[in-house]
């Protein structure tokens, strides 16, 4: 009986041993069958536009938004109170220095004047008598006093009058433009009531922009800005004429004033405009497009292109430092070198060691006044402009 089972115990194991090994050598054809297949095929390959990566002249700038103030800019008020009898306050009317704006009623201080100008006639004949008689001793000193006090004080009225009077008739204090009025004769206006604004009309204007004290500490007076105004007209050179001696507490920035020139032309006072602040001295910079660069966990990078060993074109995945986006150009600080090809378009479906095809077409970057082109051999990007 224990023979018996023996027999059958050894029968069952050679059976699964024999299955056992069949199952092996199946599953190993298999494999190899999948590796002769998958060796076949041919290694996957992705197609991106490719650029040259260039060194153009770089100015570092940063940008602020400022606004064009006036050289000389008042709001008219009046001094003394009193009925509007004459207006010629036309607004954007350019006026010269001296023309009269608004003229107040004054036929009462016309009429006090011709009495206080006839009162100090008399004192004038009655102070030239008593010196007469003062030197004949018909009066005393004290007389002679009295009659050169009274003349004093009746020459003084007159002027007080005349004064009242000048301080009714307001004047342009210099050559401007006049703003929006609300003014009209028959109206009576308080001590103090606003006229009109006057923004003065000169060669040169100032705009006022604010920047970080760190810029701030780097500039100085005489240094150029350039200025923008919103119909885009071009850049308007200006002269750093003042910074501000304190950094504003809440903000951490600094106000400083440049001076434009020749104003004429130019932005009105109170808009708004768009200033390109030097940060650093001029240089050579190395420039991509924009879409170059990809945004990761690790920060910017981009994908260098280079051949293997085999002369294949594959993907190398570098990180950069960038240092502004100038329009649809990336100025890199950090990690890559003027001459090196980097993906462009399509630069998102890449990754580290990657195979590569080079598309035939070409994109041009511009940004700036001026542009040039410049073609790799293998019909590739060029990045043009001047920054």
């Given at each position: 009986?224990?023979?018996?089972?023996?027999?059958?115990?050894?029968?069952?194991?050679?059976?699964?041993?024999?299955?056992?090994?069949?199952l092996a050598a199946w599953k190993h054809a298999s494999l190899q069958e999948s590796a002769a297949a998958s060796a076949n095929q041919p290694e996957p390959m992705e197609v991106v536009a490719a650029v040259v990566a260039q060194e153009r002249d770089h100015s570092p700038t940063t940008t602020s938004i400022g606004t064009v103030v006036a050289t000389r800019s008042i709001t008219l008020r009046n001094e003394v109170p009193g009925t509007v009898h004459r207006v010629k306050l036309t607004p954007?009317?350019?006026?010269?220095?001296?023309?009269?704006?608004?003229?107040?009623?004054?036929?009462?201080?016309?009429?006090?004047?011709?009495?206080?100008?006839?009162?100090?006639?008399?004192a004038r004949t009655l102070f030239a008598r008593m010196e007469r008689m003062n030197q004949h001793g018909a009066a005393s000193e004290i007389e002679l006093d009295n009659a050169r006090a009274e003349r004093d004080v009746a020459l003084a009225q007159v002027e007080r009058t005349r004064a009242i009077i000048a301080r009714k008739t307001i004047r342009a204090p210099f050559r401007a433009r006049v703003g929006i009025s609300d003014v009209h004769p028959g109206q009576y206006l308080n001590e103090?009531?606003?006229?009109?604004?006057?923004?003065?009309?000169?060669?040169?204007?100032?705009?006022?922009?604010?920047?970080?004290?760190?810029?701030?500490?780097?500039?100085?007076?005489?240094?150029?800005?350039?200025?923008?105004?919103?119909?885009?007209?071009?850049?308007?050179?200006?002269?750093?004429?003042a910074i501000d001696a304190r950094v504003d507490a809440s903000t951490r920035n600094a106000t400083v004033r440049a001076q434009i020139r020749n104003a004429e032309q130019g932005p009105l006072p109170g808009a708004s405009v768009r200033v390109q602040?030097?940060?650093?001295?001029?240089?050579?910079?190395?420039t991509i497009p924009a879409s170059a660069v990809r945004k990761g966990p690790g920060g910017d990078h981009v994908f260098v292109l280079r051949e293997d060993e085999q002369g294949k074109t594959r993907a190398h995945e570098?990180?950069?430092?960038?240092?502004?986006?100038?329009?649809?150009v990336a100025i890199i600080e950090k990690g890559l070198s003027a001459g090196e090809k980097v993906a462009a378009s399509g630069s998102f479906k890449l990754r580290e060691a990657v195979l590569v095809a080079v598309s035939n077409a070409s994109t041009t970057v511009a940004s700036g006044p001026e542009t040039a082109q410049a073609k790799d051999a293998q019909s590739t990007t060029s990045v043009t402009g001047t920054f």
């Open positions: 009986m224990i023979h018996r089972n023996l027999i059958r115990s050894a029968v069952l194991i050679a059976a699964i041993v024999t299955a056992g090994g069949a954007g009317q350019i006026v010269d220095t001296g023309t009269v704006l608004v003229a107040l009623d004054v036929s009462v201080e016309q009429a006090e004047l011709q009495a206080q100008q006839a009162q100090a006639e008399l103090g009531s606003v006229l009109t604004t006057l923004q003065g009309v000169d060669q040169s204007a100032y705009v006022d922009f604010t920047v970080a004290q760190q810029v701030a500490a780097g500039l100085k007076a005489g240094s150029n800005v350039d200025i923008f105004a919103a119909n885009d007209a071009g850049a308007i050179r200006a002269a750093i004429v602040v030097p940060i650093a001295a001029p240089g050579k910079a190395v570098r990180a950069v430092r960038v240092s502004t986006l100038a329009g649809d």
